[in-house]
């Protein structure tokens, strides 16, 4: 019998994390994946739970069966431990930093060795969670990213949903969040949702780009011929374009939701139309009744656990190293080199929280980063495909960004009581108030004074635009002070990375989850199902 020595801990089952625990087992290792979510897919193949035992589970998906045919070999893989509705509260570097190999030590040198991975199993409203430890030999970070939208006067009204937030209840719930329903915002993404709100039963009334037709031009057209390798990304696209046609859904550029009114809940929408820099043209402002609105602004990457476990950052406009003690970068991404190898010991990244380049790049990152992870030879032939297509999918990425920017405009859509932070109801006249004084500019003191970031989301919503205000209201980047024992802030910085109750903490851990032949994994679909 051979052993398998490789233990490798993939958090994230989105494409990027299925992929990589798939390469990872081809490589021989043994593979613990871990998801908050009930099953594997991530939003972009977010599944409806099992207890609906649906009969068209391919409804509002795009490379269903591809993906279908990948889960089942990783969930029924006898090296696999599947570990549903399961977080990662914490990681714990093992040794102290210094700590010396011991020569007679086995197994991988400790200064190569990932973090120590603290998981919590079970249902996030349950009272019976159990806590694990793990201790890989490497981890795999595919964590994924969060909407961002950026805020207006109403947009927190009840019917005012993130994009992914609609999105998520079509496709994991079969609900239609209204009937009448405006799409906003820029970038791609809002395409697939119109869409999966049509098939879901939802009423769209148009889809709004707030980028002008010049920048999309200049930012997709720029090295034109790249494009000849996404012909996969065309296909897509020509099938959403299609479905809007269809339903007679119009797609309008430079124009974007400013303002949302309602008594108890979202009534009507005021659109405008933008110059290039997201300032509003006078006199373009319509109103148009709705019941429901879905707004996103694009992604932030998910970057608590990378900084957890001390991965280095680098700024997305530049590309040079993230300077940590300043408190305004909120466009950061992992650094990682030609291996999807991050600068943390053992630790690798793939998928959005390395560049936002949608579900195959994450893919193509996934399945380099599990190969190497599980000790895959790196000059493996089957590599180079694999690294053309990462390559590609980087520059898809840059492409993405130039042609669905954020205008530095936009913050002249605020007025001094629009909600900044929508869990504690903070507005933009309380974060200028304090950012006028010296002592409140710094972001630990903003927080404490504004309460921004203090609600049931800790920031992850209003952090990046918390910052970026803040910076702008300070005339520049805040150079953070230094405080002794603690790291500088930043929007992502969290000691704990998912809550915990106190009882849980104090429960001692069992064992690590093993291996089994999971019963939850379906039948292979017959051509009879699915159809």
């Given at each position: 019998?051979t052993?398998?020595?490789v233990?490798?801990a993939?958090?994230g089952?989105?494409?990027a994390?299925?992929?990589?625990?798939?390469a990872?087992?081809?490589?021989?290792a043994?593979?613990?994946?871990?998801?908050?979510?009930?099953?594997?897919?991530?939003?972009?193949?977010?599944?409806?739970?099992d207890a609906?035992?649906a009969a068209?589970?391919?409804?509002l998906?795009?490379?269903?069966?591809?993906?279908d045919?990948r889960?089942?070999?990783?969930?029924?893989?006898?090296?696999?431990?599947?570990?549903?509705?399961?977080?990662?509260?914490?990681?714990?570097?093992?040794?102290?930093?210094?700590?010396?190999?011991?020569?007679?030590?086995?197994?991988?040198p400790?200064?190569?060795?990932?973090?120590?991975?603290?998981?919590?199993?079970?249902?996030?409203?349950?009272?019976?969670?159990?806590?694990?430890?793990?201790?890989?030999?490497?981890?795999?970070?595919?964590?994924?990213?969060?909407?961002?939208?950026?805020?207006?006067?109403?947009?927190?009204?009840p019917?005012?949903f993130t994009?992914?937030?609609?999105?998520?209840?079509?496709?994991?719930?079969r609900?239609?969040?209204?009937?009448?329903?405006?799409?906003?915002?820029t970038?791609?993404?809002?395409?697939p949702?119109?869409?999966?709100l049509l098939?879901?039963?939802?009423?769209?009334?148009?889809?709004?780009e707030?980028?002008?037709?010049?920048?999309l031009?200049?930012?997709?057209?720029?090295?034109?011929w790249?494009l000849?390798?996404?012909?996969?990304?065309a296909g897509?696209?020509?099938?959403?374009?299609?479905?809007?046609?269809?339903?007679?859904?119009?797609?309008r550029?430079?124009?974007?939701?400013?303002?949302?009114r309602?008594?108890?809940?979202?009534?009507?929408v005021?659109?405008?139309?933008l110059?290039?820099?997201?300032s509003?043209?006078?006199?373009?402002?319509r109103?148009?009744?709705?019941d429901?609105?879905?707004?996103?602004?694009?992604?932030?990457?998910?970057?608590?656990?990378?900084?957890?476990?001390g991965?280095?950052?680098?700024d997305a406009?530049?590309?040079?190293p993230?300077?940590?003690?300043?408190?305004?970068?909120?466009?950061?991404f992992?650094?990682?080199?030609?291996?999807?190898?991050?600068?943390?010991?053992?630790?690798?990244?793939?998928?959005?929280i390395?560049?936002?380049?949608g579900?195959?790049?994450?893919?193509?990152?996934?399945?380099?980063?599990?190969?190497?992870?599980a000790?895959?030879?790196p000059?493996?032939p089957?590599?180079?495909?694999?690294?053309?297509?990462?390559?590609?999918?980087?520059?898809?990425?840059?492409?993405?960004a130039?042609?669905?920017?954020i205008g530095?405009?936009?913050?002249g859509?605020?007025?001094?009581?629009?909600?900044?932070?929508?869990?504690?109801?903070?507005?933009?006249?309380a974060?200028?108030?304090?950012v006028?004084?010296?002592?409140g500019?710094?972001?630990r003191?903003?927080?404490?004074?504004?309460?921004a970031g203090?609600?049931?989301?800790?920031?992850?919503i209003?952090?990046?635009?918390?910052?970026?205000?803040?910076?702008r209201?300070?005339?520049g980047?805040t150079?953070?002070?230094?405080?002794?024992?603690?790291?500088?802030?930043?929007?992502?910085?969290?000691p704990?990375?998912?809550?915990i109750?106190?009882?849980?903490?104090?429960?001692?851990p069992?064992?690590?989850?093993?291996?089994?032949?999971?019963?939850?994994?379906p039948p292979?679909?017959?051509?009879?199902?699915?159809?």
């Amino acid at each position: 019998m051979t052993l398998c020595r490789v233990h490798v801990a993939v958090v994230g089952a989105g494409p990027a994390g299925l992929a990589a625990a798939e390469a990872a087992l081809r490589a021989g290792a043994r593979v613990t994946l871990v998801d908050s979510a009930e099953n594997p897919g991530g939003q972009y193949h977010r599944m409806l739970p099992d207890a609906y035992a649906a009969a068209r589970p391919d409804q509002l998906q795009h490379g269903w069966r591809a993906f279908d045919r990948r889960r089942r070999r990783v969930l029924a893989h006898p090296r696999c431990t599947w570990c549903p509705e399961t977080v990662v509260w914490a990681l714990e570097h093992r040794f102290p930093e210094g700590e010396l190999d011991s020569p007679g030590d086995p197994g991988p040198p400790r200064s190569s060795q990932a973090p120590r991975v603290h998981l919590l199993s079970g249902p996030p409203d349950g009272g019976a969670r159990v806590r694990h430890v793990l201790d890989p030999d490497a981890l795999v970070l595919a964590v994924g990213a969060h909407d961002r939208v950026l805020p207006f006067p109403g947009w927190e009204l009840p019917g005012v949903f993130t994009a992914g937030a609609a999105q998520a209840l079509a496709k994991g719930e079969r609900v239609a969040v209204g009937d009448r329903v405006v799409v906003a915002g820029t970038g791609p993404f809002l395409l697939p949702v119109a869409v999966s709100l049509l098939e879901a039963g939802a009423g769209v009334l148009e889809v709004l780009e707030a980028n002008t037709p010049a920048t999309l031009a200049r930012g997709w057209s720029r090295r034109a011929w790249e494009l000849a390798a996404l012909t996969g990304k065309a296909g897509e696209l020509r099938a959403y374009v299609v479905d809007l046609a269809r339903h007679r859904v119009p797609y309008r550029c430079g124009r974007a939701v400013v303002g949302a009114r309602g008594e108890g809940r979202v009534e009507e929408v005021v659109s405008a139309r933008l110059r290039a820099d997201w300032s509003v043209v006078p006199g373009s402002e319509r109103s148009t009744a709705v019941d429901a609105l879905c707004v996103s602004h694009g992604f932030s990457p998910q970057l608590e656990l990378p900084l957890a476990a001390g991965c280095a950052l680098r700024d997305a406009a530049s590309g040079r190293p993230a300077d940590g003690e300043r408190a305004s970068a909120v466009d950061q991404f992992v650094v990682v080199d030609d291996d999807q190898r991050t600068t943390a010991p053992g630790v690798f990244a793939a998928g959005e929280i390395t560049g936002i380049a949608g579900a195959p790049a994450a893919r193509v990152e996934g399945t380099l980063a599990g190969w190497i992870a599980a000790g895959g030879d790196p000059a493996a032939p089957a590599l180079r495909s694999v690294r053309r297509a990462r390559d590609q999918g980087r520059a898809f990425a840059r492409r993405l960004a130039r042609a669905h920017p954020i205008g530095p405009a936009w913050p002249g859509w605020l007025s001094p009581g629009t909600v900044i932070c929508r869990c504690e109801g903070t507005d933009y006249g309380a974060l200028r108030r304090a950012v006028a004084s010296p002592a409140g500019a710094a972001a630990r003191v903003t927080k404490l004074a504004t309460r921004a970031g203090l609600g049931p989301c800790q920031g992850r919503i209003c952090g990046p635009t918390v910052a970026e205000l803040t910076a702008r209201l300070g005339n520049g980047p805040t150079v953070e002070r230094p405080v002794a024992g603690l790291p500088p802030a930043t929007p992502h910085h969290r000691p704990l990375a998912h809550p915990i109750r106190l009882g849980e903490l104090a429960a001692p851990p069992q064992p690590p989850p093993q291996p089994d032949h999971p019963s939850h994994v379906p039948p292979t679909p017959t051509k009879e199902t699915e159809r």
